[in-house]
């Protein structure tokens, strides 16, 4: 009995491994290619309102992808912490992490609900006055994703640290420079929307996170460590 189950766990890491690549896939084809030449917070209105007018179709798709995203999340996710709490020194990061996944996804939601209102309704918000109050919502939603993110990429980090598993040591070590960078770009929201450096800050984290989501599902989809089983027999 041991022995299936430990095979059906595998199969589901790979799923996990599989959504990780295809979470990381889309997330740089929404930032590289989709959403290239996004306006920077303190942008002027002028090249806001340029932006989500001219680029409407594409901003469509890359919002649209974001539901994508967060079911790739939720289960790339869920696979990296049961390898987690195979093992004892590993539990307590991955229930961390898994609240960190929430908040995280949350945050990826309610940036998009925003991004698609300036989308739909640019011209109308420019009209009434409204644009700015908007677009600092937006960027200020953004910056706080930096907590979400700071506490998922620490907790997955620390926890494959202390279980040597999941992703290489130096990718750990790395991940937790990265939950620092992302928690400080967070904590500096208010710098942010006026054109502060937390917004780099925050994309170092984010740089670091998709380097942690490639070498995490290159192990997810690695049956080789046989990591759960030799926990179970253990």
């Not at 599989?18 to 996004?38: E, H, K, W």
């Not at 696979?79 to 945050?107: F, N, T």
């Not at 992703?167 to 500096?188: D, E, N, Q, Y």
Request: glycine residues 14%; aromatic residues 8%.
């Amino acid at each position: 009995m041991k022995a299936m189950s430990s095979e059906g766990r595998w199969g589901l890491e790979r799923i996990g491994g599989v959504l990780g690549f295809v979470f990381a896939a889309s997330v740089l084809l929404q930032n590289a290619v989709l959403l290239m030449g996004n306006p920077l917070p303190d942008a002027q209105l002028g090249d806001i309102k340029e932006f989500y007018s001219g680029g409407s179709a594409r901003i469509s798709i890359a919002v649209a992808l974001v539901a994508v995203n967060v079911v790739c999340l939720v289960f790339f996710g869920s696979a990296v912490v049961r390898r987690l709490e195979a093992h004892r020194d590993g539990a307590i990061a991955g229930r961390a992490a898994l609240a960190g996944i929430v908040l995280l996804g949350g945050a990826f939601l309610v940036t998009t609900f925003l991004q698609a209102v300036l989308a739909a309704r640019v011209d109308q918000l420019a009209e009434a006055g409204q644009l700015q109050m908007v677009w600092d919502l937006h960027s200020a939603a953004f910056a706080m994703s930096g907590s979400g993110l700071g506490v998922t990429l620490m907790a997955l980090s620390v926890g494959a640290l202390a279980t040597d598993t999941v992703v290489p040591r130096w990718v750990g070590f790395l991940g937790v420079a990265g939950a620092i960078c992302a928690t400080a770009g967070g904590a500096l929201v208010v710098s942010t929307i006026d054109g502060g450096s937390g917004i780099w800050l925050q994309l170092v984290g984010f740089a670091t996170w998709l380097v942690w989501l490639v070498a995490a599902s290159v192990r997810l989809l690695g049956a080789g460590n046989g990591v759960l089983v030799a926990a179970e027999a253990a």
